[in-house]
């Protein structure tokens, strides 16, 4: 058998990188694996976040799985997640599960007993995990935005107490979204914008000044010296054709030519805080390989006959 | 009340094979590959590659059904190569493209960290 390879090589260039937030050039490979990052990104990376919840008392204005519900939300630190097992998979523990290789224990105690209203974080929801703790939102350098404060579960009265045990278990966003660690992640094909300098030249000063406004984001602009329209931000296009239906409009077609470059992806991906942004990517690019991994034929991959009724009668000349 | 649970979505139970194929009968170097718990995300990768063989006549996959968890990869093949020998060589080629993507991504995030300390 000849070595046959149809690999491409893929090329990455980061443009900005934050914890939270990045964006980055995706070249030489094809739309379907950046859309299958993206739909892994967004639903088959791993994360942990709370699960079960035990309440012991609860005399809050909210009802039990209406906290309880709030409780999964929040995001959970879960760098641990990807080495962590899955409960339903988990041997060790006993049946439960609650053990430490496929669960994280929290608990939360609050009970207002001043008269001003007592709000209870994500700060008061206490780990036995110091690697699996609610994200921590102190991005903005202020001193007293609310971000300080963790997010928020339920305000008490005085008097009113909630004491629970949760347990935080790995999971994927298929399964429920508590379990996403992508807040949103986009990509958009890069595009190219060619214009015709000859036909542009020919233009009044109010022809061209009216291109340059048709377009509902700032992808061209009147340079101030040659008094030319030109790109100043290219990817500012969001491929709303605006440009060509007023160059159309105007009758002057194939001014501007804009096409979208067919392999070169900008990726924008910015997560909960639950994971960098890009350990995100690297997660997604690992789980893909896994996914990949279990769908190989191996040798004892049968033949199968009548599992899969819908294809046999024309399959089998019926 | 019918709905399935979420968990049907990825997992695949106790008796039911991840992968399977169908030869066809009547047509030769042809097979539909019936792989359960997938849908898109793999469908769509395994299908574009394929086209890139040279070797391959036909490649399409479909979900049957949105709420039967499962996708049917068809492939036909020239008789320099068969269905099977496609699939396997499709799926090593994406593995070692996501490998490439790999380090090339950890050596970007390498080099744009060390390049941000100044």
Same mark, same amino acid.
């Given at each position: 058998?000849?070595?046959?390879?149809?690999?491409?090589?893929?090329?990455?260039?980061? $443009?900005?990188?934050?914890?939270?937030?990045?964006?980055?050039?995706?070249?030489?490979?094809?739309?379907?694996?950046?859309?299958?990052?993206?739909?892994?990104?967004?639903?088959?990376?791993?994360?942990?976040?709370?699960?079960?919840?035990?309440?012991?008392?609860?005399?809050?204005?909210?009802?039990?799985?209406?906290?309880?519900? $709030?409780?999964?939300?929040?995001?959970?630190?879960?760098?641990?997640?990807?080495?962590?097992?899955?409960?339903?998979?988990?041997?060790?523990?006993?049946?439960?599960?609650?053990?430490?290789?496929?669960?994280?224990?929290?608990?939360?105690?609050?009970?207002?007993?001043?008269?001003?209203?007592?709000?209870?974080?994500?700060?008061?929801?206490?780990?036995?995990?110091?690697?699996?703790?609610?994200?921590?939102?102190?991005?903005?350098?202020?001193?007293?935005?609310?971000?300080?404060?963790?997010?928020?579960?339920?305000?008490?009265?005085?008097?009113?107490?909630? $004491?629970? $045990?949760?347990?935080?278990?790995?999971?994927?966003?298929?399964?429920?979204?508590?379990?996403?660690?992508?807040?949103?992640?986009?990509?958009?094909?890069?595009?190219?914008?060619?214009?015709?300098?000859?036909?542009m030249a020919r233009l009044s000063l109010e022809d061209k000044q009216s291109i340059v406004e048709s377009s509902p984001t700032k992808v061209f602009d009147i340079?101030?010296? +040659?008094?030319?329209?030109?790109?100043?931000?290219?990817?500012?296009?969001?491929?709303?054709?605006?440009?060509?239906?007023?160059?159309?409009?105007?009758?002057? +077609?194939?001014?501007?030519?804009?096409?979208?470059?067919?392999?070169?992806?900008?990726?924008?991906?910015?997560? +909960?805080g639950a994971v960098k942004a890009s350990q995100l990517v690297l997660n997604a690019i690992e789980i893909l390989k896994q996914k990949l991994d279990a769908v190989?034929?191996?040798?004892?991959?049968?033949?199968?006959?009548?599992?899969?009724?819908?294809?046999?009668?024309?399959?089998?000349?019926? | 009340?019918?709905?399935?649970?979420?968990? #049907?979505?990825?997992?695949?139970? #106790?008796?039911?094979?991840?992968?399977?194929?169908?030869?066809?009968?009547?047509?030769?170097?042809?097979?539909?590959?019936?792989?359960?718990? #997938?849908?898109?995300?793999?469908?769509?990768?395994?299908?574009?590659?394929?086209?890139?063989? #040279?070797?391959? @006549?036909?490649?399409?996959?479909?979900?049957?059904?949105?709420?039967?968890?499962?996708?049917?990869?068809?492939?036909?093949?020239?008789?320099?190569?068969?269905?099977?020998?496609?699939?396997?060589?499709?799926?090593?080629? @994406?593995?070692?493209? @996501?490998?490439? @993507?790999r380090t090339a991504f950890e050596d970007e995030i390498a080099n744009h960290s060390s390049a941000r300390e100044y």
């Amino acid at each position: 058998m000849e070595e046959r390879s149809y690999q491409r090589k893929p090329v990455v260039k980061i $443009r900005e990188m934050k914890d939270d937030y990045m964006k980055f050039e995706l070249r030489n490979t094809d739309a379907s694996v950046a859309n299958a990052l993206r739909r892994v990104m967004i639903a088959e990376v791993p994360t942990v976040a709370i699960d079960l919840v035990e309440i012991e008392v609860n005399s809050s204005v909210l009802n039990d799985e209406f906290i309880a519900h $709030r409780l999964g939300l929040i995001p959970l630190t879960s760098e641990r997640a990807m080495s962590m097992r899955f409960s339903r998979d988990c041997d060790a523990c006993d049946g439960d599960g609650q053990c430490e290789y496929c669960s994280v224990e929290f608990h939360l105690r609050a009970k207002c007993v001043v008269d001003q209203t007592l709000d209870v974080t994500s700060k008061d929801l206490l780990s036995s995990d110091h690697t699996v703790v609610p994200v921590d939102f102190n991005e903005i350098a202020g001193d007293e935005t609310s971000e300080q404060k963790g997010v928020m579960i339920v305000k008490l009265r005085r008097g009113q107490e909630l $004491r629970l $045990r949760a347990i935080a278990r790995k999971g994927i966003g298929k399964d429920h979204a508590k379990w996403s660690p992508a807040a949103t992640v986009t990509f958009m094909y890069e595009p190219e914008i060619n214009i015709n300098e000859d036909m542009m030249a020919r233009l009044s000063l109010e022809d061209k000044q009216s291109i340059v406004e048709s377009s509902p984001t700032k992808v061209f602009d009147i340079d101030p010296t +040659t008094q030319q329209v030109v790109v100043v931000d290219a990817e500012a296009y969001t491929y709303d054709d605006e440009v060509i239906k007023k160059l159309e409009s105007m009758g002057k +077609t194939g001014l501007i030519d804009i096409k979208a470059k067919e392999d070169s992806f900008i990726f924008t991906v910015e997560t +909960t805080g639950a994971v960098k942004a890009s350990q995100l990517v690297l997660n997604a690019i690992e789980i893909l390989k896994q996914k990949l991994d279990a769908v190989r034929l191996s040798d004892d991959t049968v033949e199968a006959d009548d599992q899969f009724g819908e294809l046999g009668a024309h399959m089998r000349g019926g | 009340m019918n709905a399935p649970d979420r968990y #049907e979505r990825f997992v695949v139970p #106790e008796g039911t094979k991840k992968v399977s194929y169908e030869r066809d009968t009547k047509i030769i170097n042809a097979a539909s590959f019936i792989i359960e718990r #997938e849908e898109h995300t793999i469908g769509n990768i395994l299908r574009m590659q394929l086209h890139l063989d #040279e070797n391959v @006549l036909f490649a399409g996959y479909k979900l049957p059904h949105p709420l039967q968890y499962k996708i049917i990869v068809r492939i036909h093949t020239t008789s320099q190569s068969s269905p099977m020998q496609a699939y396997n060589v499709a799926i090593n080629d @994406l593995d070692k493209e @996501l490998d490439h @993507l790999r380090t090339a991504f950890e050596d970007e995030i390498a080099n744009h960290s060390s390049a941000r300390e100044y």
